[in-house]
């Protein structure tokens, strides 16, 4: 078995009293049952064969034999090269990291008999949210004897969903919290789509301010070549005076 295998089989298993607890795999030598139900690198079944025959197998193909399935009776063990499996794996876990994205839910809050102005300000800010892929939280605050007119803050939430529905739907409906009435409503199109769509926009208009830029300098270079500068000649005069005759 050579160097590099040895070095993977040495991977830390789980130990006793409290120790460190391995997610790693069983391979090669640290698989000490007695036989094991083979699969081949292809995923051929080979069938139930002595470990040792199994590592024999492994060390003859230049791989590892892997503890795919220690549940099974007999264990389940595959011939793979292991450090490319391990790379392969990490390389799916970052990606899966960088693809993944964090919820994130913003928070609007309104009063019953709020204005039209306040209100269309407030939409504003609920219409930006739902764009960039992120949930929002409506709050309607009671004060007084305005927590005896619910009625009033079912309606604005209603009013409120109506008017971005093409943005948004009603995730939570609308319901009493004491002196609030919350209701959520998610995006309809995901984070990562609202990202790659600010990021196409951001560069469009990049785009369209250096072609506006671009055409600007043509006018400018071909006004300044259309320009001819022409210098006044002076002649100088025979006759000063007009009435004298030559």
């Known amino acids: 078995m050579h160097a590099a295998r040895v070095a993977r089989s040495r991977a830390s298993a789980a130990t006793t009293n409290g120790g460190h607890i391995s997610t790693e795999l069983r391979i090669n030598d640290r698989i000490r049952v007695s036989e094991v139900r083979l699969v081949g690198p292809n995923g051929e079944t080979v069938g139930i064969v002595p470990t040792s025959d199994a590592l024999r197998l492994a060390q003859e193909a230049d791989l590892d034999l892997v503890e795919i399935a220690p549940q ?30 964090n919820v994130i839910i913003k928070e609007m809050k309104l009063r019953p008999k709020i204005d039209k102005h306040d209100y269309e300000t407030k939409k504003g800010h609920v219409v930006r949210f739902l764009n960039a892929g992120d949930k929002v939280k409506i709050t309607i605050m009671f004060r007084g ?22 943005l948004g739907f009603v995730e ?21 789509d609202a990202k790659v769509e600010a990021q196409t926009a951001k560069e469009e208009k990049a785009a369209e301010r250096e072609a506006d830029e ?15 500068t022409t210098k006044k000649v002076k002649r100088r005069s025979e006759n000063l005076d007009p009435d004298i005759d030559v």
């Open 172 to 192: 939570s409906s609308p319901k009493q919290d004491g002196r609030n009435m919350t209701m959520v409503i998610g995006p309809h199109k995901k984070k990562a």
């Open 145 to 166: 004897r305005e927590q005896h007119r619910p009625e009033l803050g079912f309606r604005l939430l209603q009013k409120l969903a109506e008017d971005v529905e093409e």
């Open 72 to 101: 099974g009776k007999p264990p389940v063990c595959k011939l793979m090269d292991y450090g490319k499996f391990k790379y392969e794996n990490a390389q799916k876990a970052r990606e899966s990291r960088r693809n993944q994205t």
């Open 214 to 228: 671009a055409a600007e300098k043509a006018e400018r270079t071909a006004a300044n070549a259309g320009r001819t």
